[in-house]
């Protein structure tokens, strides 16, 4: 894992060549069936949703997922088993050899993530994989997956996210997001606005069928997840057995999760834009405590200033190991504490017993506070 983690390079702009490459060099191919997941918000939750309804109807699925909170194996799984940990490290043991002496062209962690879900997945007789994107869409790394096998894109929504890499400019992100279609395949969105009509110019470009989900306004984050995976499979010919799977799934960590801890309710969730902080505020009980740290490549300011607007107390740490916390707004007042344990005890601290703490800005955060909250929430029960 350590190797693994050490191929991380965040930031710059990014292409699936060297993903492509990898794949190449390692003789690995996609699925015979494939769907690719791209957006900003609800990624994540939409594919488990998708792979969740064709397992329903007998399919044998790989689940690829991006980022993980708390385990790196989160991100591969088949028929909802993770693999196995002794899985991982042999993939790197047989296969880094193939690393680039190069280090523009070496592949990333992402790719080599890739390439072992690929690998895990042709192993075990994958017959449909669902591919969360990572950043972008024709500039992501699960590019390399569209293809013949390709069969639905499903892309959720586009806000402010990644504009260093994918922008400058909001269009540009929904450009290279939507640069996910292809000819012939559909495309399925609840996109709205400015943004739905670069989508809809990039796959009539492309020659992909587009389908756009209506969403009402005020629509809960889970309803409009809900939605899309409705529309994904009723495109892909599922039955109602495959929806009814797909929506009854359990939220995945960290999306609006709850924890009661001394008294408290603790909503942990991975906001880390504004579209997405507004959603969780509107979806928040009453008052509450914001215990917020972002990654210093994120919208950190703007999200937070979203969150601490109803906020009575902020507390901000570090989202990552070697991060800075954020910088507070103008014009509000918070608590700095680099680390995050001692930052989400002094949260607790300033929560009133009956009220809530409320914990967002990165998923990096909740993976180094979620194994503390899932074992206080049991020690109380």
Known sequence: MAWLYAQTRAGGRRHPGRAADLLSRLGLVPPPNVVRVVGTNGKGTVTAMIAAGLGAEGERVGRFLSPHVEDFRERIAVDGDLIGEHEVAAFVTRRRGAQALDQDTSPAFFEWTLALALEQFARRGVGWGVFEAG?????????????????????????????????????????????????????????????????????????????????????????????LARAALELLGRSQKALDAATSLSPLPARGERFRVRDRLVVLDGAHDPAAAARLLAELPGEYTLLFGALARKQATATLAVLAAGAREVVLTAAAEGDEPPAAPSGTAATTILDPQAALEAALDATPPGSTVVIAGSLYLAGRLRSRLTSDAAAAR
């Open 135 to 227: 950043v972008g869409g024709a500039s992501d790394a699960t590019q390399v997956l569209n293809g013949p096998a390709l069969r639905l894109v499903v892309l959720t929504n586009v806000t402010e996210d990644h504009l260093d890499t994918l922008g400058p400019k909001l269009a540009d992100v929904a450009r290279d997001k939507a640069g996910a279609a292809a000819s012939g395949v559909p495309l399925v969105t609840a996109a709205q606005g400015d943004v739905l009509e670069v989508v809809r110019a990039v796959t009539e470009a492309k020659g992909a069928a587009l389908h756009v989900v209506d969403l009402p306004p005020g629509v809960s984050t889970r309803d409009a997840n809900e939605a």
